[in-house]
C-alpha cells in the first residue's frame, strides 16, 4: 500500500520567495539586532564615579606628596577626600557640621606638621565623613560606631573593592554583558595584523630616512630610574586603597553601647576584702603624705648622700603609677559599695589621698627639673600628673553621685583629647632650648649643659636658640655645635608649609639681617 506524503508547513525558500502570494502581503522588515550588551555593564557602571573619584584623589596625592615633606598637603589632601565624599554622599545629610569638625582638626596640622597633629587631623576627616552618612533624623548617637566602622575597613576595604571589581567584570563578561573589545580576544583578533604591521612599516622607514631615524632615537632617550618608578607605583597603590573606604562608608544600623569590658576574673574581690584593703591602703598613703609633707615643706633632713633631685626623680613616676592604679581599684570596688556603709567614706577618702600624691610627685617632678633643666620626657610626665589628678577627681564624683561607668568613659576622654589639643599649638621645643640657653648663662646652676641634646630639638626650636645665643656671647659652646647655635630658616615648599616653620623662617630672617648690621657698625656709629 503506498505512503501518503504529508508536507507539514511551506518549505522555508516558498515561504521567503512567495511572500506575495499572501492576501495582507507587505514587503518583510527587517528590524536590526538588538545588542546583548551595553556599552559597559551595569556593575561598571555603578563603580564608574567611584573609580574616577579614586583616580582623581591619587593624581592630587602624587602632586602633593610625591618628592616633599608631608605639610599643609596633608590638609589640603584630607579636605579633597571631604569634598568627594560630599559629593557622593545620600540626600539630605548635614555638611555643615561635619566641615566645622574637619576645620578644628586641621587646626593643629596648619599650625605645625607633627605627629599630634596628624594623629587630630585623621581622627577628624574619619568622623566627618561618617557623619556625611548618618540621617539627620538619627541624631549623633550613631557617630562613634559609624567612624569605628570607617576606622576598621580603611586596613581592607580598598583590597576588597579591587577584588569585587575583578570579579563583577569576570561576571559580566562570562554572561556576555560586557562588550566584545573588553576580551583579549577580541583585540589580538582585530589589532595584532594592523599594528605588527605598522610596526614593520615604520622600520624600513626609520632606515630610509636618516632625518626621521634621529628624531626617533631623540624622542626615546628616556632615563627611566626603575626604583624610583617602583616607589612612585607603590604610592599610587597605597594611596588609591586608603582613599577608597571614604568613598564606600556606610552608616550604621545600631548606636554604639559603650559598656565596661566584663572579664569575668573576681581577683579576690568581695565587700569584705575590699573594705580591709581600703583601711590599709589608706594607712599606707597616709604614712606617705605625712613624709612628703616634712620633707617638701618641713625642712625634714634625707638620708646621708641623697640630694633632693635624687629624692624627686626616686619618687615621681612611682608615686604616678602609685596614683592610676588608685583610679582602677576605686573602679574594681564600685559594685560593692552598697554592702557596707563604711565603703563609701573610704574610697572617697582613698581618692583624696591619690590626688594629693599626684601632687606630690609632681611638686618632686618640680623640684628635679630645677636641677637638670626641661626635656620631653619631663614636660609630658607634668601634663599626664595633670590629668591623672583631673581622672581621680572625676572618679570620686562619679562614686558620690553613682554615675554609670559611660559618664566617667566619655569625660574622660573629652579631658584627654582637650589637653592633646592644646598641647598641639605648643611649641615645647622651643620651650625646651630656652630652657637650657638660660640655665647655661646662670652660673648659679651647676649641672652641664646638654648640647647634645638641644641640637637634637630640630628647626622648631630655631628661635629660641636664636634668641638665647645671641647677643649673649659669653656662653662656652663646642665646636661641633656651631651650625646647631647658629640656625638658618629652613627651605620649604609650599606643600611642606606651616605656621609654625614660617614664623621661625620670619624671625631668623629678620634676625639674620640684625645681626649683618651690627657686625658692619659694632658700636652703633
Known amino acids: 500500500m503506498p505512503k501518503q506524503l504529508i508536507i507539514r508547513g511551506v518549505p522555508d525558500a516558498i515561504a521567503r520567495d512567495g511572500w506575495w ?114 540621617a539627620p533624623s538619627r541624631g549623633v548617637e550613631v557617630l562613634g560606631a559609624a567612624a569605628l566602622r570607617l576606622s576598621a575597613s580603611l586596613p581592607v576595604a580598598g583590597v576588597k573593592g579591587v577584588l569585587n571589581c575583578a570579579r563583577a567584570v569576570s561576571h559580566e563578561r562570562a554572561n556576555g554583558a560586557l562588550p566584545a573589545w573588553f576580551s583579549a580576544g ?71 553601647v559603650v559598656t565596661p569590658p566584663k572579664t569575668g576574673i573576681k581577683l579576690g574581690l568581695n565587700a569584705g576584702s575590699v573594705l580591709r584593703a581600703l583601711v590599709m591602703f589608706n594607712l599606707f598613703l597616709a604614712v606617705q603624705s605625712a613624709m612628703d609633707v616634712s620633707i617638701l615643706f618641713g625642712g625634714a633632713s634625707l638620708p646621708d648622700g641623697m640630694s633632693h633631685a635624687s629624692y624627686a626623680h626616686r619618687g615621681a613616676y612611682p608615686l604616678l603609677i602609685t596614683a592610676m592604679l588608685a583610679g582602677a581599684f576605686a573602679l574594681a570596688a564600685r559594685p560593692f559599695l552598697a554592702e557596707h556603709r563604711a565603703l563609701k567614706p573610704l574610697v572617697l577618702l582613698w581618692l583624696a589621698q591619690n590626688v594629693l600624691l599626684t601632687g606630690s610627685a609632681a611638686m618632686r617632678l618640680e623640684l628635679y627639673i630645677d636641677v637638670y633643666g626641661l626635656t620631653y620626657l619631663r614636660i609630658y610626665a607634668l601634663i599626664w600628673m595633670g590629668l591623672v589628678a583631673l581622672g581621680l577627681i572625676m572618679v570620686a564624683w562619679q562614686v558620690l553621685r553613682e554615675c554609670s561607668a559611660r559618664w566617667l568613659l566619655i569625660r574622660s576622654a573629652i579631658w584627654g583629647a582637650g589637653a592633646l589639643y592644646v598641647c598641639a599649638f605648643i611649641n615645647f621645643a622651643g620651650l625646651i632650648a630656652a630652657d637650657i640657653l638660660t640655665r647655661a648663662t646662670d652660673p648659679t646652676v651647676e649641672t652641664q649643659t646638654d648640647w647634645h641634646y638641644l641640637c637634637s630639638l630640630g628647626p622648631a626650636a630655631s628661635k629660641s636658640i636664636a634668641q638665647g645665643t645671641w647677643p649673649k656671647l659669653q656662653i662656652a659652646t663646642p665646636f661641633w655645635a656651631t651650625n646647631c647655635l647658629n640656625p638658618q630658616p629652613v627651605a620649604m615648599n609650599w606643600r611642606e608649609w606651616d605656621f609654625r616653620t614660617g614664623r621661625i623662617n620670619g624671625y631668623l630672617a629678620v634676625d639674620a639681617k640684625m645681626r649683618a648690621v651690627r657686625d658692619e657698625d659694632p658700636v652703633g656709629r
Open 21 to 134: 502570494l499572501a492576501s495582507d502581503a507587505t514587503l518583510p522588515q527587517h528590524e536590526p539586532p538588538s545588542p546583548t550588551f551595553p556599552i559597559l555593564g551595569e556593575a561598571m557602571k555603578r563603580r564608574m564615579p567611584w573609580i574616577a573619584s579614586v583616580v582623581f584623589l591619587v593624581a592630587l596625592g602624587d602632586l602633593l606628596f610625591w618628592g616633599y615633606v608631608p605639610g599643609v598637603s596633608l590638609v589640603i589632601f584630607a579636605w579633597a577626600i571631604f569634598a568627594v565624599a560630599c559629593a557622593s554622599r545620600p540626600p539630605k545629610r548635614r555638611v555643615i557640621a561635619p566641615a566645622l569638625l574637619l576645620v578644628l582638626a586641621s587646626l593643629p596640622m596648619v599650625e605645625h606638621a607633627q605627629l599630634l597633629s596628624f594623629g587630630f587631623l585623621t581622627a577628624g576627616l574619619l568622623v566627618s565623613v561618617a557623619w556625611l552618612r548618618i
Open 186 to 256: 577580541y583585540l589580538m583578533r582585530n589589532w595584532a595584523f594592523p599594528i605588527g604591521g605598522s610596526l614593520v612599516l615604520t622600520v624600513l622607514l626609520v632606515n630610509a630616512n636618516p632625518v626621521f631615524e634621529r628624531a626617533i632615537v631623540q624622542a626615546f632617550q628616556i632615563d627611566i630610574d626603575l626604583f624610583s618608578l617602583m616607589r612612585r607605583v607603590l604610592l599610587w597603590v597605597g594611596l588609591g586603597l586608603l582613599v577608597w573606604p571614604f568613598l564606600i562608608v556606610q552608616a550604621p544600623k545600631a548606636a554604639m
